[in-house]
């Protein structure tokens, strides 16, 4: 059984902001003068203390890969950066066993005025290794990292993306036992990225440990077995790649839901009222109520119903519509011809919405119930349900699907050459 290589035991870590009021020019020179000396404006000093991380405790043991995931400003650079003994806690402790070789910020470690091979060997340095070592590994570092035309370049005239490969580069090649990587791997081409992140399967199988903070869910997702959710500097949850980021999707939908909804107004009702929707469920094939789903996903949608008396021949009808307020889609029950011959009391009723192609985005959902002859509404909720279709990564190819298209729908199409002329 693996070992324990990394414990966090109740870790908190504590910052002090300091709101400096400068109301207008009288107040500048004062301000400048309390920096050279005793004096101070400390009535207008306002301290302000905040916990970007709060009482998390966890471990990852060896062989394992544990993805970090959460809002900007949830505190998953502060876990890699006490990882990286760059900072210390608050409170709690921190036990690592092992070298670390941390990947947090573009050219950490690094010197602008240095070449690209001067600082393989001062990155290496730092990392504990010797000359020699750092020149046995040199042709590998310098071969993944594909800069051998601007090795002897200093390193300030760099982009983001070429201080991105050759940081990764080293990194991945001093043989950490840990290794910490941040979203900087985002700056770099898509070729980069899937040879990155096979390199870091590498290092997960050969019992070493990685923890991988990334606002890329489909990359977590195809390489960490384990994920954990942070929010505000708490851990939301911890468990199983798959259930956290589901959980985490769920949230965030909720939260942009309700913002939409303030900004929009709220769901409308109106009709005779004999029969009333009750409730109103969105989910998957497999009936688990969420509002996120991947393109051609099965969208659920059921209606429970109360019916005050006997109403025959009841037409219930959904739309769906764009976050822009565009209708997408209106169906029902009597132009499918499968309207019930009459409701009484409580149900349910159930529509599927097969292979849906909506594009990624926010929907709304109107529910009704109408007459038989579809002129008066029973009942009609604009707004009742909401759902989001998500961005889906073809692990495969390392883009995503329908990388390209645009609109509101995807229309299965085909193409074929009819003529070509040839010289």
Same mark, same amino acid.
């Given at each position: #059984?693996?070992?324990?290589?990394?414990?966090?035991?109740?870790?908190?870590?504590?910052?002090?902001?300091?709101?400096?009021?400068? +109301?207008?020019?009288?107040?500048?020179?004062?301000?400048?003068?309390?920096?050279? /000396?005793?004096?101070?404006?400390?009535?207008?000093?306002?301290?302000?203390?905040?916990?970007?991380?709060?009482?998390?405790?966890?471990?990852?043991?060896?062989?394992?890969?544990?993805?970090?995931?959460?809002?900007?400003?949830?505190?998953?650079?502060?876990?890699?950066?006490?990882?990286?003994? *760059?900072?210390?806690?608050?409170?709690?402790?921190?036990?690592?066993?092992?070298?670390? %070789?941390?990947?947090?910020? *573009?050219?950490?470690?690094?010197?602008?005025?240095?070449?690209?091979?001067?600082?393989?060997?001062?990155?290496?340095?730092? #990392?504990?290794?010797?000359?020699?070592?750092?020149?046995?590994?040199?042709?590998?570092?310098?071969?993944?990292?594909?800069?051998e035309p601007f090795i002897d370049t200093p390193i300030k005239h760099y982009s983001s993306g070429m201080y991105a490969r050759l940081g990764f580069s080293v990194a991945a090649h001093v043989n950490p036992d840990i290794i910490l990587v941040d979203e900087v791997?985002?700056?770099?081409?898509?070729?980069?990225?899937?040879?990155?992140?096979?390199?870091?399967?590498?290092?997960?199988?050969?019992?070493?440990?990685?923890?991988?903070?990334?606002?890329?869910?489909? %990359?977590?997702?195809?390489?960490?077995?384990?994920?954990?959710?942070?929010?505000?500097?708490?851990? &939301?949850?911890?468990?199983?790649?798959?259930?956290?980021? %589901?959980?985490?999707? $769920?949230?965030? $939908?909720? &939260? +942009?839901? @309700?913002?939409? %909804?303030? &900004?929009?107004?709220?769901?409308?009702?109106?009709?005779?009222?004999?029969?009333?929707? /009750?409730?109103?469920?969105?989910?998957?094939?497999?009936?688990?109520?969420?509002?996120?789903?991947?393109?051609? @996903?099965?969208?659920?949608?059921?209606? +429970?119903?109360?019916?005050?008396?006997?109403?025959?021949?009841?037409?219930?009808?959904?739309?769906?519509?764009?976050?822009?307020?565009?209708?997408?889609?209106?169906?029902?029950?009597?132009?499918?011809?499968?309207?019930?011959?009459?409701?009484?009391?409580?149900?349910?009723?159930?529509?599927?919405?097969?292979?849906? &192609?909506?594009?990624?985005?926010?929907?709304?959902?109107?529910?009704?119930?109408?007459?038989?002859?579809?002129?008066?509404?029973?009942?009609?909720? !604009?707004?009742?349900?909401?759902?989001?279709?998500?961005?889906?990564?073809?692990?495969?190819?390392?883009?995503?699907?329908? !990388?390209?298209?645009?609109?509101?729908?995807?229309?299965? $199409?085909?193409?074929?050459?009819?003529?070509?002329?040839?010289?």
């Open positions: #059984m693996n070992r324990v290589a990394v414990r966090f035991e109740n870790v908190s870590k504590r910052y002090t902001l300091h709101h400096q009021r400068i +109301q207008g020019l009288r107040d500048v020179l004062p301000y400048y003068l309390s920096r050279f /000396t005793k004096n101070s404006i400390a009535q207008k000093t306002r301290n302000e203390e905040f916990f970007a991380l709060k009482d998390a405790s966890f471990e990852i043991k060896r062989g394992e890969a544990l993805g970090v995931i959460g809002p900007n400003g949830a505190g998953k650079t502060t876990i890699l950066k006490l990882l990286a003994g *760059i900072i210390e806690p608050t409170q709690g402790r921190v036990v690592v066993e092992g070298k670390v %070789a941390a990947l947090i910020e *573009i050219g950490a470690g690094f010197h602008g005025d240095l070449t690209g091979r001067e600082n393989i060997y001062l990155y290496g340095s730092i #990392m504990g290794l010797r000359k020699r070592d750092i020149e046995e590994k040199f042709d590998s570092i310098l071969a993944f990292s594909e800069l791997l985002a700056v770099g081409d898509m070729h980069f990225q899937r040879k990155c992140h096979q390199k870091m399967e590498e290092i997960r199988q050969s019992n070493r440990v990685i923890v991988f903070v990334s606002h890329s869910l489909p %990359a977590v997702e195809s390489l960490c077995s384990r994920a954990l959710w942070l929010d505000h500097g708490i851990i &939301r949850e911890l468990d199983s790649t798959k259930k956290v980021i %589901a959980a985490y999707i $769920n949230e965030t $939908n909720r &939260r +942009q839901m @309700e913002q939409t %909804a303030s &900004r929009d107004g709220n769901s409308e009702r109106k009709g005779s009222g004999e029969v009333r929707i /009750t409730k109103v469920q969105i989910t998957g094939a497999d009936s688990i109520e969420r509002n996120g789903f991947f393109l051609g @996903e099965d969208i659920v949608i059921r209606m +429970q119903y109360s019916a005050s008396k006997r109403i025959f021949a009841p037409s219930f009808g959904i739309s769906v519509w764009s976050d822009e307020g565009l209708r997408i889609c209106t169906i029902n029950t009597k132009a499918e011809n499968v309207s019930p011959e009459f409701v009484e009391g409580v149900g349910t009723i159930c529509c599927t919405l097969k292979n849906p &192609r909506f594009l990624p985005r926010l929907y709304f959902v109107r529910v009704a119930i109408d007459d038989a002859q579809g002129k008066m509404p029973y009942d009609l909720w !604009d707004k009742a349900g909401k759902f989001r279709i998500e961005v889906q990564q073809d692990a495969a190819k390392g883009n995503t699907i329908l !990388d390209g298209s645009w609109g509101i729908v995807h229309v299965p $199409n085909t193409w074929h050459l009819e003529n070509k002329d040839t010289p």
